[in-house]
Every structure is written in C-alpha cells, then in structure tokens.
C-alpha cells in the first residue's frame, strides 16, 4: 500500500508542471517523462505510475482535441475506425501488465523510451512539408485548411490494414507503459498511409483518449489508480501543457529536442540496469 | 463527399462540447477535492471528490464514442455504427474484465 503523503502529492504536481511543458513542447505527451520520475525517483510500482500517466494521457487528449475540433485536422472517420484497435491493444495491454514483472516492463519502458529519443534525434531538422494534391479523398481520408500553403489539403488513406497494426500495437504500448502511443502511430500514418503529419498528429491526439481510458480502467479496476496522486499529476499536467504551449513558442525547439533526447537516452539506461532493490 | 464533410462538422461540435464540459468539470472535482485532502487530510470528502473527477475523466472519451454512435445512427452510417459501438463494446469489456478478475462483482 502506498502511503500517500501532502509532500508526495505536491511533488507529483510539480513533475506533472514540469513533464506537462515539456511534453507539449515537445509534441510528446507528458507520460515519457512522468512515468520514469514517479517509479525511479519516488519508487511507486511501475504499474502504479502507468495508471497516473494514462489518467493524464486521457485530460492531455481531451483538452487538446475540444481546442482543435472545428480546424478539421482531426480526421474523424479514420480516427474512430482505427480506435477499434488501439482500444483492443489497450485492453489486451492492460491485461499484460498484470502479468508481467516490474522489471520487465520498466526494460520495455527503456527500449521504447530510447527508440522515441532516436525518433526525434532523426527528426531534428525536419520541416513540415504538404503536398497539396486534388485527390478524392475516399471513405477515409479528409481534407484541411493549410496555412502554410495557404490552401486546402486533401488527402486519401493508403495502406489501411498498416494502419490499423500500428494501432493495435500503440494501443498496446499506451496502457502497458502509461504512455499515449502517438509515437507509434503518428509517424506510420504519416509516412506509409499518406496522411499529412497535421492531420496524423491531430488524429492520434483525438484516438488517445479513448486509448488510454480502456488502459486506465484495467488499472483501476485492480486498485492500482491512486485518486490523490492521479488528480495532482493531472492537475498538473493540464497547468504545464498550458504553460508549455506558451513558452514553447520562444524557446529553440531544436536544441531542447537534442538535450531532452540526451537526457531520454541516460533515463533509458538507467531505466534499463536497475533491478528491483 | 460534401454529405461526409457536413456531418461530421455537427459531429465535430458535439464532441467539442462533450471534451470541454468534460476536462472542466473533471478539473474542478479534481482540484477542489486536492484541496479538501491538503486542508483535513483524514477527512474521505476529498479523496470522494478526486474519484468522482476520475470517473468523470474516464468516462469524458467513452461519452464522445456514444454520441458518435447516435449520431452516426441518425445518419443513417450503419458502418460507422457499428465501427463506434465496437469500441464502445471493448471499454465495456475492459470495466468487466477489470471488475471480474477482482471479485469487484
């Protein structure tokens, strides 16, 4: 049983400020920084911390969905079709995890934490492009308002069944490690489904939510979802990723990406080594 | 495609507005019970009050998929239908699940 203190509450709305701006400066949620923090530092069971961050997962998704509804970047149809399976890999996730050691999840939490740090090392100088193409966009794709281009982008999805996997397989990671999956899914959408990366973003945000609430129900249903600590970590991610999207205007998105993928990688390995105590 | 593009703007504004009442009543429940549990941390209101802002957090997406299954009803979309009420169907099956693998029932 955890002892849940007024101290450690404050120090899970502090970390959740903190993982809060950085995520959404980043582009990531705030679960790849909080998840490590709450079981390194304060020594919660990792299935305990993963609960935390999907409670936080799903208020990230939300808030972030209600601002962007009505810019049709999400793209609804695609992203309620693929929800049939980020919510079985969810569901199929959550079971997993409560079967699996501490350990092993924590070396899974390392392998996909240093995989995510790979993913944005790569990305460093990568500019946003949109082929603005007049295709039907077909029962699943969209189109959106470009302001970049200054016109409108249409696009047809490619590859569904892909799709589909990679989301099973986010829907997975999502509830097994307390993260959202975007990293999963986002960058095959974009690059083998012919999805522009706005919209792919727009639309895993929108999936995530209903991801990480069949994960978090798992987690709550076995009395690993703690209210006091899930509502300071909420609290204070909602409070960072507003904070977040302020400040992450001005600051060089190029260098945080290479120290905080940096500091991904000594986490990841630290993650990696460390057996129970 | 101009039908597809009309409806799911009204779907659009549906769930913006289940999200935002959703994530705002939520952080109330949530910062007010937060509050409650620093001030009389032997006091159950607050730990009360946090759980009924999870729940109402968990429960913000799942209401999202059910408004689209009635509303993708009303347009007659029996595809989407089905596809919603899938997902739909595996939340339920993952509170059951999670309910029955610890004699909760």
Redesign the interface.
């Known amino acids: 049983m955890i002892a849940v ?2 101290g450690l ?1 404050l120090i899970i ?1 502090l970390a959740g400020i903190v993982a809060g701006a950085f995520g959404a400066t980043l582009g990531l949620g705030g679960g790849i920084f909080l998840v490590p923090f709450l079981n390194l530092v304060l020594g919660l069971p990792i299935t305990v911390a993963a609960a935390i961050s999907l ?1 936080t997962v ?2 990230t ?3 972030v ?2 601002a962007r ?2 810019q ?1 970047l ?1 793209n ?2 695609l992203g ?2 693929l ?2 399976a980020t ?2 890999g ?2 199929a996730g ?2 997993t995890a ?1 079967l699996l050691s501490e350990d092993t999840i924590r070396r899974l939490f390392a392998v996909m934490m240093a995989i995510i740090a790979i993913l944005m090392l790569r990305t460093l100088n990568q500019r946003v492009t949109i082929a603005g193409t007049a295709v ?2 077909g029962l699943l794709g969209g ?1 959106f308002d470009d302001p970049q281009s200054g016109g409108v982008v249409t696009y047809r999805v490619k590859r569904f069944p892909l799709a589909l996997l990679a989301s099973f397989v986010a829907g997975n990671v999502s509830s097994l490690l307390g993260l959202g999956g975007g990293v999963i899914k986002v960058p095959v959408l974009n690059a083998w489904c012919g999805i522009p990366l706005r919209a792919a973003a727009a639309t895993s945000a929108f999936m995530i ?2 991801t ?12 690993q ?1 703690v ?2 600590l ?3 970590a ?2 204070g991610v ?1 409070a960072g990723s507003w904070l977040g999207l302020r400040i992450g205007e001005r600051a060089s998105n190029k260098a945080l990406k290479l120290v905080m993928a940096t500091v991904m990688i000594v986490v990841a390995v630290i993650m990696a080594v460390r057996g129970r105590a | ?1 101009i039908g ?2 009309a409806q ?2 009204k ?3 549906i ?2 507005r289940i ?2 009442i ?2 705002a009543t ?2 109330v429940f ?2 007010i ?2 509050a409650w ?2 001030a009389s ?1 032997a006091a159950t209101v ?2 009360l009050l ?2 009924i ?2 729940m109402i ?2 429960a ?3 209401t ?2 059910a408004a ?1 299954v009635v509303e993708y009803a009303v347009e007659r979309d029996w595809l ?1 239908v089905a ?2 009420s ?2 739909l169907l ?2 339920i ?3 059951i ?3 029955v ?2 004699r ?1 029932l």
Do not use: C, K
């Open positions: 203190t007024p509450t709305l409670t799903i208020a998704s939300s808030s969905s209600a509804a009505g049709r999400i609804l149809r309620m079709s929800e049939v919510a079985a969810s569901l959550g079971i409560q039907d966009p189109q939510g209903v990480a609430t069949a994960g978090a129900i798992i987690y709550y249903g076995n009395g979802l209210p006091a899930a509502a300071a909420v609290l909602q | 495609m597809h593009v799911d703007a779907l659009e504004r769930i913006r999200l935002q959703g994530v939520s952080s949530l910062a019970g937060l549990s620093f941390p607050g730990s946090m759980t802002g999870l957090l968990m913000t997406p799942v999202r998929v689209s989407f596809l919603t899938l997902v595996e939340i099956a993952g509170v699940a999670a309910l693998f610890h909760r």
